[in-house]
């Protein structure tokens, strides 16, 4: 039986009972400040105490944000950089960057694209987690076709490669046409948003889609807390 | 055929031997019960015949020698045989094997590698005890060549809290504390019962219950040893009297803030054995992590998160 990777958020992982198979690319997508790189980080986690190399390629924020916010959770970020299992990379500060990892000059997607090859090539004997967070961030300046043709490749490449990926993209960024094609891509798609009254408005999150798997696709209430991260609420349904 | 004193010796070393023998077994304080036996025969000798035991002064090695004036004609004591010298609070005794009457249960023990108290230096570890109101340990080192033991009865800084394991009416204690033995099944009940209800809290739970429990212990231990290794050696033990398994020291950089630590038979791991606890297979010793990180947080000086990077019961 093929390995099987979760999120590490329980609820979840009970609405995609089988798990994602190495190899598999998830979309996630929400409204800004929903709790999108939250649930990049509890992803990072699992991997971590499963025995995963973590790569974190941080486009919106120095990488260093991850880092404190792993730590806020009692993860031992150093041993894990030391020990070569967690690598950020600056994919923010570009030739700025004090990062042992960095990614500069994204003024073309194909380059963003043999640089993470080579990233990813140095783990080749390894079981991967990557997380892009947010790829749209990355995507902004290009053309539709050309964006198109980015994720053809580099999934096809991810997924002969066998990394656990996860894409993180920030709704209103991209395109809404561009966006629904680029859902085709992935093998599971959540979403993420705002819902509920506006005065006190909830998180809310949904599983979209599984490719060839089963899953439950009731959106479900969730919390942030500072102690444990995202806190679903399982037994409550919208 | 034996006369009866080789008979009375045969018995008397055949009673320690087999002493040494079963508290090596003992779970918790083994080695201190052992100890309690050697110190509490002498104190027993001193209370049935130490009315003469009279102090002059309070330097451990007065003390000792007023305890061979007491009891000097005792043969057990061989009074003549030994050498004292004071090294602070702690007396070093030079004794001559030649007459000791438990030579055959020293040796026997030093074959076996058991635990093992020299009774000789229990009666001097006594006798400071009763003068000095103060714990004292012993140690001995046997010279084959020479035929002489050199002892130290030495100032014991902290003992041990799971050696002090004692029944007191219907309760179980551990240093002053209300205890209870748990086996595997009621632990596994217990994290089955969590994970269940709040899954979400499970490891954060057993890393802040172990980070919780062993933060006095560390602060003792850091206490009572300047080296870092040493106040980190007592944890162990501690963990290891515990059942958590028996935990290993592979390196110490002190400035960096690093140690890498081997945990052997780990608990946690048998505990989740053969379970489906967790929908994958991971690494469970998040309770050792928390005691871990408190005891390397005190006794460092600055926050040490200690994470698991490999276990030996998975395949990567």
Redesign the interface.
Known sequence: MK????FG??GL?RAIPQ?MEYGSQILVHGDTGVGKTVLAGEFLKEG????DTCIYVACDEPPAVMRDHL?DF???VR??E??G?LLLVDAYEEEESRERHFIANQYSLEKYAVLESNLLARFADR?VRLVVDSLSTLLIPFAQEEILEFHRSRLKSLRKKGILAMDVFVDGVLDRRVMTVIGHFYSVNVRMKFGGPKVRPERLIQVGKVKSGKFDAVPRRFGISP??????APDVEV | MMNSEDVYLKIINSIYLTLSRATGTMPFGGRHYLEEITRGVGEQILKDYGEEFKLESTRPSDICKAYFNALGYLVFLEEGAFQLEDEGNSVLVTMSQEHCIYQSYCRRAQEEGLLFYCPRLGALQSALKNALGLEYSTAVEFEPASGVCHGKVFPVKRRLRTEMMHFVDDTLDIAGERAVLFTKDVYLSFLVAVNEYAPFILQKVLFDTGYRSFLNIAREAADCYKIPEDSLQVCFEEMKNCGIGRIELVSLDTSAGHAVIRCYQSFEVAVVEGMELYRTPRVTCDLLRGQLSACLTVILGYPIICEEMQCKALEW
């Open positions: 390995e099987r990777g979760f958020v329980d992982d798990g971590l105490v499963c025995g730590r009692k993860v031992g041993a894990y030391e020990a299992r079981r102690v444990f991260g995202i806190i679903f």
